[in-house]
């Protein structure tokens, strides 16, 4: 059974990127271009990980991922941040409300994250 | 503030803060002046105390607008650092897809042309996340949002991944990075440390001539305040005299022969300097006109 992971970023370009690049360690990506939709498809699947950046339309990050964490369908899921907004204390208040890791997406290269991704997963 | 800041700043005479200064510096000056002078003449007490209560009435007036230009100073100094974060912020999500799509490019069939072409644009992306970085940096300083996240690290395994990392780099100019390995756990902010020793020693390696090297090294004085003392030296082509009191500033690229043939946002060393700053720690140079250039710094880390 394929791994399958919820990508949450409003981002056109990133979805396909890092959408392709999963696919192609054999993950299945769903995406979701916004907060809302994000919530709503990680409590009609069964999800392995979620990626979730924090600057979204209609709700914002912290709150998506507040939600997550407190339903009972989805707070067991891991959830990473992969974000451009850095400062300790948005990274302090992401793995307080549960957040697994915190990536800012400028410091990586793509294939860093996507290993870090499959060593969070397994 | 010297009289020219406040030209640079747009500030009218009357608007900057030194030149009150002096206005009310005379103001209170004269008046006491005055004010001895008429009660020595007169011995009516009302006039002495009309002098006094005008004296300072002016000098409150003017104080108030001294105080009122600060703050504008001060203001827009505080808006200037935010926008600076802002708009880097925005910049970081398309580079980073930028450098992300590239990586993907790379993976393609590509003929030599495109390969070039591509490799060219991966060259000049990378430079512009390091200016924004660069920029984020700086405006974290002066926000004083500067906050260190200190842990336990090997300093000699941090500067040899450094070294790993900037070979590119230093084959491109041909230059030598000799380093002794040496096991140094010291309790400091690695990231941030980091980024000081990499603009360090990315400078010592642009400034050097061709078919050079570069020596770094490490010393652990005891009993000292400062004991871990990290030295980076080039036999490249020096700073000027006239020029290094001006090197630790914010965008300043000292005047020399290499200057448009090397990248540097002059942002390097302003931010070196307020990282080790932050630690506690001090930062110096020595440096002789096409002898060389040594930059040391100083932590007063605790050591295992």
């Known amino acids: ?68 964490k407190t339903q009972e369908q989805t707070k067991n899921i891991p959830v990473i941040i992969l974000t451009n907004l850095d400062g300790s204390d948005y990274v ?31 | 503030m010297p009289f020219k800041e406040c030209k640079q700043l747009n500030l009218k005479l009357y608007e900057c803060p030194s030149f009150l200064f002096v206005i009310m510096g005379i103001v209170t000056i004269t008046g006491i ?54 708009a880097s ?6 580079l980073s897809s930028l450098n992300w799509t590239l990586e993907a490019i790379f993976k393609t069939d590509l003929d030599q042309k495109q390969l070039d072409y591509v490799q060219m644009l991966q060259e000049s992306s990378q430079k512009m996340l390091k200016l924004v970085n660069d920029l984020l940096s700086v405006a974290k300083i002066e926000q004083i949002r500067f906050e260190l996240q200190k842990q336990k690290f090997n300093l000699g395994n941090l ?36 980024i000081a020793l990499e603009n360090l020693i990315i400078n010592a390696i642009q400034y050097s001539q061709k078919h050079n090297k570069i020596i770094i090294k490490i010393r652990v004085r005891a009993h000292c ?34 200057r448009h043939q090397t990248q540097g946002t002059g942002l390097g060393l302003f931010i070196s300097q307020a ?6 720690g001090k930062v110096w140079f020595v440096s002789q006109e096409n002898k060389g250039t040594t930059f040391f710094f100083s932590l007063p880390a605790k050591l295992s």
């Open chain 2, 33 to 86: 002046i005055a004010t001895y002078l008429i009660a020595s003449v007169y011995l009516g007490p009302e006039i002495v105390i009309i002098a006094v209560v005008l004296v300072t009435l002016i000098s409150i007036i003017i104080g108030h607008f001294v105080v009122q230009s600060v703050a504008r100073i001060a203001q827009a100094d505080q808006m200037k650092s935010e926008f600076v974060s802002i």
């Open chain 1, 92 to 122: 302090q208040k992401a793995l307080n409300l549960g957040a697994t890791t915190y990536l800012i997406k400028a410091n990586y290269k793509l294939e860093e994250i996507i290993e870090k991704i499959k060593r969070t997963i397994i």
């Open chain 1, 1 to 68: 059974m394929k791994k399958t992971i919820l990508f949450i970023e409003d981002e056109g370009h990133l979805q396909k990127l890092v959408t392709q690049a999963l696919e192609e360690q054999g993950f299945l990506v769903l995406n979701a271009l916004d907060g809302q939709i994000g919530l709503e498809k990680a409590m009609m699947q069964r999800l392995d990980l979620i990626l979730l950046d924090l600057i979204l339309p209609k709700k914002d990050g912290f709150e998506v991922l507040k939600k997550l």
């Open chain 2, 159 to 194: 500067i040899k991944q450094i070294i790993q990392e900037l070979k590119p780099l230093a084959n491109a100019s041909n230059t030598q990075i000799l380093f002794k390995p040496q096991n140094l756990i010291i309790f400091a902010d690695k990231e941030k440390i980091k």
């Open chain 2, 89 to 94: 912020h925005q910049l970081r999500t398309p």
């Open chain 2, 225 to 258: 305040n400062r004991p871990v003392q990290i030295s980076i030296q080039d036999f490249g082509i020096g700073i000027i005299k006239e020029q290094q009191k001006y090197i630790f500033k914010k965008f300043f690229r000292a005047n020399n022969s290499l």
């Open chain 2, 275 to 280: 990282i080790i700053k932050a630690h506690k």
